[in-house]
């Protein structure tokens, strides 16, 4: 064993203390972030998108919608039949000690036709990349981790996009294990470059795809960490700081009962109103699950928002899908059918040596390549 643990042992207990101190500050804090909540509500409108965009810099306060920012809504009925889609991907990075330069990105998904009594239909759609276009970025660097995941979360939208788009007469709900804004797109020093731009571009034709067939679409996200409607509660009692260390997740772990949701929230990232101009703003809300893990965050487009039968969709497929496993059902088997465990990526690695020699290439790992895959073996060698 190369941890000692007898080492780290100190430390564990330390790191116990803590976060048993913050839990605490961060409790004793809660029920004055839902008085602020409450006054907040009270405000006038345009006092309130005031005080907002007066918040320091540093903060981003979620923006109201035409709900109650304190507002809730129970849970809806659950429509017959809901035709469930659900995406996800992974991806293999390049490796520069490898045989080749290459990488690939792999999107899992799953159609599960809800009340209709037929099979879960699944796919897997696999892609190695190893082209100059795929391996060079526009200044002609070697493509970044932040480029790759931006395709890998362009490819699964397209491909919740291409079973949206087969005719069912059911109602559609579509999901990503994400939020739904594109962030590569949103870091400033990236956002101009034209490799970025044409991910964003097929992103933003992914979720017209969607609209146009009619589909509801929402990322889900589980344990949230940001604190954006917090950050509206402060602003609206110009108390900026004041409920360090809140989260909205333990802000309507309080406020929400079992299965309701939050009232929906303008989604403050500048690179909303990228999305915003192409028609697809990004809203958000929480939601209870009734699971033991309880508040998620869901973000939808603005059109799905704002559609009384698409957000009903949302809500109660989202709550059906979550009674199995805690977490939508959809969600973690396009996960399971997307992973490329260890023994894929070994016999990738395999199969590209072997095309590379055909070839006449020599196809070798470097020698630090080689050298951790003896030590990675965990075997000890007697000097």
């Known amino acids: 064993m190369s941890l000692d643990l007898r080492q780290v042992v100190p430390q564990v207990e330390q790191l116990g203390l803590e976060a048993a101190r913050r839990g605490a500050e961060t409790a004793a804090r809660l029920p004055r972030a839902e008085h602020m909540l409450a006054e907040a509500a009270r405000l006038d409108p345009d006092e309130l998108r005031r005080r907002i965009e007066g918040a320091p810099p540093t903060v981003q306060p979620a923006r109201p919608t035409d709900e109650p920012v304190d507002g809730s809504t129970p849970l809806p009925p659950h429509p017959p039949r809901l035709r469930v889609l659900a995406a996800d991907g992974s991806q293999v990075y390049p490796d520069r000690h490898g045989a080749a330069f290459f990488y690939v990105v792999n999107v899992g998904s799953i159609v599960l036709a809800h009340g209709s009594g037929t099979a879960p239909q699944v796919y897997t759609h696999s892609r190695l990349h190893f082209t100059d276009d795929d391996l060079q970025d526009t200044r002609g660097m070697p493509v970044d981790t932040h480029l790759i995941n931006a395709r890998r979360d362009a490819a699964e939208l ?21 939020g739904l804004l594109l962030w590569a797109a949103s870091q400033e020093q990236k956002a101009s470059r034209p490799d970025v731009q044409r991910v964003l571009e097929a992103y933003l034709q992914g979720l017209s795809q969607l609209k146009a067939s009619g589909a509801a679409v929402a990322g889900y996200i589980s344990r949230p960490r940001s604190a954006h409607v917090v950050g509206l509660a402060e602003a609206g009692a110009a108390e900026p700081g004041a409920l360090h260390g809140v989260t909205d997740r333990l802000l309507f772990g309080r406020r929400l009962s079992p299965l309701e949701r939050s009232a929906r929230y303008r989604h403050p990232a500048k690179i909303n109103e990228v999305f915003a101009e192409r028609g697809h703003e990004i809203h958000f809300f929480y939601l209870h699950t009734g699971a033991q ?91």
């Open 293 to 383: 893990d309880g508040i998620a965050r869901v973000e939808v487009p603005a059109w799905v928002a704002e559609d009384r039968e698409r957000m009903a969709a949302v809500h109660a497929g989202l709550v059906e899908q979550c009674r199995l496993t805690g977490i939508p059902y959809p969600l973690v088997r396009a996960h399971e059918l997307a992973l490329v465990g260890h023994d894929d990526r070994r016999a990738l690695e395999n199969l590209v040596q072997a095309a590379l020699v055909r070839h006449g290439n020599a196809g070798l790992l470097s020698q630090k390549a080689q050298t951790k895959r003896w030590t990675g073996r965990r075997r000890r060698h007697r000097i």
């Open 158 to 178: 397209e491909e919740l996009a291409r079973l949206a788009g087969e005719r069912d007469e059911a109602p559609t709900l579509a999901l990503l294990d994400n």
